[in-house]
């Protein structure tokens, strides 16, 4: 199987969440067992020799990629929230979307300081909600291995706002 069958099985969606948007849908990859199965393969054989202590998942396609690979990794699995989602104190950071702003949050005894951390999501576009989530581990005390995603859209420049960060992208657009 290759990069680009799984790029193929990826659906876009025009004009969602709004009118000029092209939706990358992740349901039809990850709805394929050997697809799926496929791109967790090549996600984790990235990392399986980096000494990861926690996954950090990005709210919420991000879930689907950090628990696998959390488990494959023998890493602990933390979860970055969408503000007001998590039970117990938490640190936050804000940041400008496209079309408003966004707050993601940690439980704020989540990432013992010198944790090597990969941060995993599906996607970068704009960077941020990946930016935010650096910023929150860095908080933390947590050394960040990597940033993985199943795509990037390069157009959009979402690396950018990530400089000094090691990014690792699947299937780029």
């Known amino acids: 199987m290759s990069i680009e069958e799984l790029s ?3 659906r ?10 092209v939706f990358k849908d992740i349901t039809t990859l990850i709805s394929n067992p050997q697809l799926f199965k496929e791109a967790i393969d090549l996600m984790a054989g990235e990392f399986i020799n980096s000494n990861i202590d926690l996954v950090v998942g990005v709210d919420a396609r991000g879930f689907i990629f ?3 690979l959390a488990y494959i990794l023998d ?8 503000e007001g989602k998590l039970p117990s104190k938490t640190k936050k950071v804000s940041y ?8 993601v949050e940690v439980h704020e005894d989540a990432v013992k300081p010198g944790s090597r951390v990969l941060i995993v999501d599906d996607l970068l576009a704009t960077g941020g909600t990946l930016g935010a989530t650096v910023d929150l581990v860095k908080q933390q005390g947590g050394d960040i291995v990597a940033v993985a995603v199943l795509i990037e ?21």
């Open 66 to 68: 950090s628990s696998v």
């Open 153 to 173: 859209l390069d157009f959009l420049k979402g690396r950018e706002k990530l400089k000094g960060t090691q990014i690792f992208s699947l299937i780029h657009y």
């Open 75 to 82: 890493a602990g699995l933390i979860l970055v929230r969408k």
């Open 96 to 103: 400008d979307l496209e079309y408003g702003n966004a707050t």
């Open 12 to 21: 876009d969606v025009p004009d969602f969440p709004e009118e000029g948007v």
């Open 8 to 10: 193929r099985s990826i």
